[in-house]
């Protein structure tokens, strides 16, 4: 069975630009959930969407956004980038129901110049 | 959830058990001890939980006090692979529909040397 797969590996944006990071969870898995990661704050938990909807917000500010499709793939969306948004975005995926383990992606390594 | 302490870093000789200690005093009844592990320029990975009777699995053995105010990641034979940083998670029972969200600490790095 095929694992979580991220795109893009690598991003490089400029300040005040928007990003759109993709994320292909484990065939059958219906929970996508989104975490950043910086050598600050550690990991820390963004959303999760399971069924097209969003179940978990973390605290973070609304330009960090995120969907979730019919088919369970799921993007996350930041606006108005800033030089503290450099991370490293990870998406974990699970059944959604009565789960005991997240599968992680590689992740999306995004640097703000 | 409860909040978890771990020691920052620890060194393990290959070939030898790695015993990773944490503690979550204020854990409460209905929490799992999840522990997942982060090897450098990947996603976590799950390895085990456990509620209060001790696990084993084929990755590792998670022996859980019997107040639960602490529990013990074991990796029986470490080997180079198993260098990582390793996180202790507590976090209500999965079977409550809804609740993926997972809190991670900072974690103990575990070095393994040849």
């Known amino acids: 069975k095929a694992g979580v797969t991220q795109t893009p590996r690598y991003l490089i944006k400029t300040r005040g630009q928007q990003v759109t990071l993709s994320c292909s969870p484990i065939s059958g898995h219906r929970s996508v959930s989104w975490y950043q990661q910086t050598p600050g704050q550690g990991l820390q938990f963004l959303f999760e969407?399971?069924?097209?909807?969003?179940?978990n917000k973390g605290n973070f500010p609304g330009r960090f956004s995120g969907r979730q499709f019919s088919n369970s793939r799921s993007e996350m969306n930041v606006s108005t980038l800033e030089l503290g948004d450099s991370a490293l975005y990870l998406c974990a995926s699970s059944s959604g129901v009565n789960t005991y383990e997240q599968y992680f992606g590689p992740g999306t390594r995004l640097t703000v110049t | 959830d409860a909040k978890t302490t771990q020691p920052p870093s620890m060194d393990c000789a290959e070939g030898r058990a790695a015993n990773l200690p944490c503690n979550h005093s204020?854990?409460?009844?209905?929490?799992?001890v999840y522990w997942y592990r982060q090897i450098h320029s990947q996603g976590p990975q799950y390895i085990i939980h456990?509620?209060?009777n001790n696990e084993t699995n084929e990755m590792a053995s998670l022996i859980i006090t019997e107040d639960r105010k602490s529990s013990t990641l074991i990796l029986p034979h470490a080997t180079l692979r198993d260098t990582a940083v390793y996180y202790c998670?507590?976090?209500?029972?999965?079977?409550?529909?809804?609740?993926?969200?997972?809190?991670f600490g900072t974690g103990t790095r575990l070095t393994i040397i040849p």
């Open positions: 969407y399971f069924s097209e909807t969003q179940r």
């Open positions: 998670i507590v976090r209500v029972a999965a079977a409550n529909f809804g609740n993926e969200k997972l809190t």
């Open positions: 456990g509620l209060k």
């Open positions: 204020t854990i409460s009844g209905n929490e799992y």
